[in-house]
């Protein structure tokens, strides 16, 4: 599971570089940072840090970002699996900020504990995980409209993950915020 996970990202290419890291390849940022990715059946919590990714059985997904009665599709799997990577990815890099709890959301939804990134950039996995479905949904070169379709949605779903308003300096990053969030 984990190793067709890598080589999907191997393979996806994007008609602009990720809008955080060092610009590279989604595949070669998670090799930098994470040299070892453990799957359990037992884990009750995906996790990372000094260098490892700890993820449970349901490593394909973050089940609580479906709508209620939404059966996933593949498209679901596929994509969700790759954006949770890149946020467990994202707590291995030095200067990781973690997660952060607030009582509201920037959306004016309920907070979640430790659940939350204080801020869009640098930000933690959220941010990396939202910007990169972001990415697909908008430049993904190779990812089909199913695909594209259900990155829109998951990082619509995002937006309750994040305390402050979401902004960028990266005008490519600002102009998907305006389409995708700030509806």
Not at 39 to 51: K, T, Y
Not at 57 to 80: C, K, M, Q, T, V
């Amino acid at each position: 599971m984990v190793i067709a996970k890598l080589e999907a990202l191997r393979h996806q290419r994007f008609s602009k570089p990720l809008p955080f890291g060092d610009a590279l390849t989604a595949y070669d940022h998670v090799r930098k940072y994470t040299h070892t990715i453990t799957v359990s059946l037992g884990a009750s919590l995906n996790e990372a840090g000094g260098g490892f990714v700890h993820a449970n059985r349901n490593f394909a997904r973050w089940p609580n970002l479906s709508g209620p009665g939404d059966p996933p599709g593949p498209a679901a799997y596929y994509i969700e699996s790759l954006y949770l990577l890149l946020h467990e990815n994202r707590h291995n890099e030095p200067g990781d900020p973690g997660h952060t709890s607030c009582a509201t959301a920037w959306d004016g939804e309920t907070g979640l504990p430790n659940g939350m990134d204080a801020q869009f950039e640098p930000g933690s996995g959220y941010a990396y995980a939202a910007l990169y479905l972001m990415w697909v949904y908008k430049y993904g070169l190779y990812d089909s409209p199913e695909v594209r379709a259900q990155a829109k949605a998951d990082a619509i779903s995002l937006k309750g993950r994040f305390c402050a308003k979401p902004a960028s300096a990266n005008p490519d990053v600002q102009a998907l915020l305006t389409e995708l969030w700030m509806v």
